[in-house]
């Protein structure tokens, strides 16, 4: 099988096909994401090793995903050569983590990298915490799917770059935490109708003691906007992966069955209530001069579930993730092609937002 | 001159003329309004008068206003045979006072009336406060035309019924403050620039000490909503009308000047802000679907100025005009063709609105 490798290509669309898929539960989850963290044997963990040990590390990873045959055609990227609008662009899509992006603090360590398949949202990060982080990002509910594209993955680069693992605790991580199967699944799911309803909190408790936990959009200690909440699994050991997924897969199957009953109860006792609202969202996004990326967020909460529930025709979720991601300061930046301070950023926000819900008229 | 006389016609469009009227500085001032107390020889004080020394009256008053060549055409309302929403139409368009319409308490006297030009916010009421309360009202800033109009009318209805009059005092009034001209001037103005500068105060009280007060849209006692104001004249005594009306034109011009000069430093200073602020209370108007009466005040405060300042295409202030007396609640009923509750009426006046800016569509 050839595929073809570039390095350091410029950054378009690469990472954004998990958008059009039309996945389960498609109007309560945004996203479902799976990623394995692996080390190498023979290299220091990456907390350890010295600039020319994560390069030469770098390198056969980068050789390895270019030899793969489930990510097809190849883009890699050394992160520390990109610029930092570069690098945002890659957080701001959720490909890369900001441990990779930032290192210890101030930038990207040598070494550090991303290699990407070209037409979707799957591949490998290089020399973050773990020498590897497989991941692949799908649209929808699908955790089984995101499952098997990286559990393939894993094979393929496996029999390239032997693994540390350990007979008793499984694949050697440099946390913890992450120690076993090195396995993270989560769900980026929307879920108004439930904090609007005020069960939201005790739904999250249930969650915490089953073993899930909940971060906000840009991951661990970011903050919850617009009703978006990434849940996933807190345990990585003693379990194999498919339980750990299947298990996932059930429980965010029972958060989406409360999110829907919410969205019901709404629907029912207040629809005048949920109209206004959702129209009064759609209304500020497809008039307002500046918009701040937190009150986008909320507004386009508003918006995601007015579709949803049918209260309006258009845009469609997918329209509305696409905004949540180009609608952020690193893509706004390079649509302009210039440095934005957050005055400008939240006006070509408003900008970009008016025009994509004029193109797709609700009214 | 023969003129038509209707007797309590039904309320159709009457005393809405105004509006199309293109007064000076129509983007400031909404509306320009003089009225004259004036108590008919031989009758006691309204106060203190029997029912039927004030159908005596009204009568008198209605056959004086029908003879009047400057009315032409007249519908005659006696408010007391009216149905609550069709008085309140009439306080909606304020030809009316909410002291005519409310009596001593619990509904209108018998007696208490409206005599109006079919064509124009021109006539009088009568068993007011006052026996008559001759009135006119026009759009933009035009003391002067509709200090004309009721001096006009004064004579015509001063020849047929004598007024009371005390060589000192002047016209003899119900309350003191009256006595003298019995004039009130006064215009019905848009100061969000002051507002937002936050020099309203200052100005306020500055005309305070000019002999010139402000109240809100209803007139004594009301709330202020959406930066428009009623200012007047508080002295009636030791001056001529037209030096009354001069003087406050002239305070008026004056603020006028101040309101320009606010507007002009927010574009300098602010026009970002300013453009926001005024598309979002667009947006808003043009989606909600629940639109309390205050928060559409507020909201076409907004539109106002922004359109005002070519911030917005549309709609036109006119249309703004006709917005703020359609979207009453009474209004709204009739429309509605049934009572509504708060919840319904903001329901029907959130449709409303987005009807007329639909049509009317500034994007």
Chains 1, 2 share one sequence.
Not at 109 to 120: F, P, Q, V
Request: glycine letters at 10%; hydrophobic letters at 40%; a neutral charge.
């Amino acid at each position: 099988m050839t595929s073809h490798v570039r390095t350091d290509p410029p950054i378009e669309d690469q990472g954004l096909a998990w958008i059009e898929e039309d996945g389960r539960d498609g109007e309560i989850v945004v996203s479902s994401r799976v990623r394995l963290a692996r080390n190498v044997q023979g290299y220091s963990f990456s907390s350890h090793a010295t600039a020319d040990e994560r390069e030469a590390l770098f390198d056969k990873a980068g050789s390895a995903a270019a030899a793969s045959g489930v990510l097809e055609d190849v883009d890699v990227w050394e992160v520390s050569r990109l610029n930092r609008r570069d690098r945002t662009l890659l957080l701001e899509r959720r490909l890369v983590s900001k441990e990779l992006i930032d290192g210890p603090g101030g930038g990207p360590r040598r070494g550090a990298g991303l290699a990407l398949a070209r037409t979707r949202a799957f591949g490998l990060m290089v020399n973050e915490e773990d020498h590897l982080r497989l991941q692949a990002l799908r649209g929808g509910f699908q955790l089984a799917a995101a499952w098997r594209d990286v559990d393939q993955l894993d094979e393929e680069i496996g029999a390239r770059l032997p693994y540390a693992f350990h007979h008793e605790f499984g694949f050697l991580t440099s946390c913890p935490t992450n120690v076993g199967t090195g396995l993270r699944a989560s769900v980026f799911i929307h879920l108004p109708g439930l904090v609007l309803t005020r069960q939201i909190r005790k739904v999250l408790e249930g969650m915490g003691q089953l073993g899930v936990t909940y971060r906000g959009l840009y991951g661990e200690g970011s903050k919850i906007v617009g009703n978006f909440f990434q849940i996933s699994n807190q345990t990585t050991l003693g379990k194999t992966e498919e339980d750990l997924i299947d298990q996932l897969e059930v429980l965010v199957g029972r958060v989406i069955g409360y999110e829907k009953q919410a969205r019901s109860v709404l629907l029912r006792e207040a629809p005048n209530v949920l109209e206004d609202k959702v129209w009064r969202a759609y209304g500020l996004l497809r008039h307002a001069r500046s918009l701040p990326f937190e009150e986008m967020m909320n507004l386009l909460s508003g918006v995601r579930l007015g579709v949803s529930l049918k209260l309006l025709d258009s845009p469609r979720v997918d329209v509305i993730s696409r905004i949540m991601i180009r609608a952020q300061t690193a893509h706004l930046a390079r649509s302009a092609g210039r440095r934005l301070d957050e005055t400008d950023a939240d006006a070509f926000r408003a900008g970009y937002v008016r025009r994509v819900l004029t193109s797709d008229d609700a009214t």
